[in-house]
C-alpha cells in the first residue's frame, strides 16, 4: 500500500512540475505579447502623430491654394472686364466711324 501511494505521489509530483512549467511558459508568453503590445501602441501612436503632422500641413497647402486661386481669381476679373464697360478712345473713335459709314 505503501508503494502504490508513492508512486500515486510520485504521479502527482511530475503533474505538478508539468503544470509549473506550463504555468512558467504562459507567462514568458504573455509578458513577450505585453512586450509586442506596448512596440505596436509606440508604433500607432507615432504613425498618428505623423498623420496629423501630414493632415495639419495639408490643410496649411489647401490655405495658400485658396488664397492663390483667389488672388488669381481677382487678377482674371479685372483682366477680363468686358470692353463695352470700360470707355475707350480706340473703341470710340471706330464707332465713330461706323457711324459714318452708315451714312
Do not use: Y
Not at 8 to 21: D, F
Not at 42 to 59: K, V
Amino acid at each position: 500500500r505503501l508503494a502504490k501511494l508513492e508512486r500515486a505521489a510520485a504521479r502527482r509530483e511530475a503533474e505538478c512540475e508539468l503544470l509549473s512549467a506550463e504555468v512558467w511558459e504562459l507567462r514568458q508568453l504573455r509578458e513577450q505579447e505585453e512586450l509586442e503590445a506596448a512596440s505596436l501602441s509606440r508604433d500607432l501612436e507615432q504613425r498618428c502623430t505623423a498623420i496629423e503632422s501630414q493632415r495639419q500641413e495639408i490643410e496649411q497647402w489647401a490655405t495658400r491654394l485658396e488664397k492663390q486661386l483667389a488672388a488669381t481669381a481677382l487678377a482674371t476679373a479685372a483682366v477680363a472686364v468686358p470692353p463695352t464697360l470700360v470707355p475707350s478712345p480706340c473703341l470710340a473713335g471706330r464707332s465713330k466711324l461706323q457711324e459714318g459709314a452708315a451714312l
